[in-house]
């Protein structure tokens, strides 16, 4: 399984962003997005399941970022909207090899690069 996260880019604040995590297999699990900031720990942004009947959010992307997949395309995707400037990060997607939402990223087997969301003011 390879992931490729790409998407990212330099906004100002307010803009929107949508990021997607191409997958070279087809993982039939739960996948997660997390996002890591200079100098700051890893943190959980959204998480859902295979079927997409169990999502969970971040406090600090709920009302504002949207996690969904196409399996038919095996693509994950981060609709990331009224972006702040503490969003900027490099932003990973990650999948599991059991289809159940976790914040925990040791919870997540397979890891995409990173890609970077830099909002300015």
């Known amino acids: 399984v390879q992931l490729q996260a790409s998407g990212g880019g330099s906004v100002q604040a307010g803009d929107s962003l949508r990021l997607s995590c191409a997958d070279s297999?087809?993982?039939?699990?739960?996948v997660g997005w997390f996002r890591q900031a200079p100098g700051k720990e890893r943190e959980f942004v959204a998480s859902m399941t295979w079927r997409g009947d169990k999502k969970r959010y971040a406090d600090s992307a709920k009302g504002r970022f949207t996690i969904s997949r196409d399996n038919r395309d095996n693509t994950v995707y981060l609709q990331m909207n009224s972006l702040k400037p503490e969003d900027t990060a490099a932003y990973y997607c990650a999948a599991r090899r059991f289809d159940g939402i976790s914040t925990r990223s040791y919870d997540y087997d397979y890891w995409g690069q990173g890609t970077q969301v830099t909002v300015s003011s």
């Open positions: 297999g087809r993982i039939v699990s739960a």
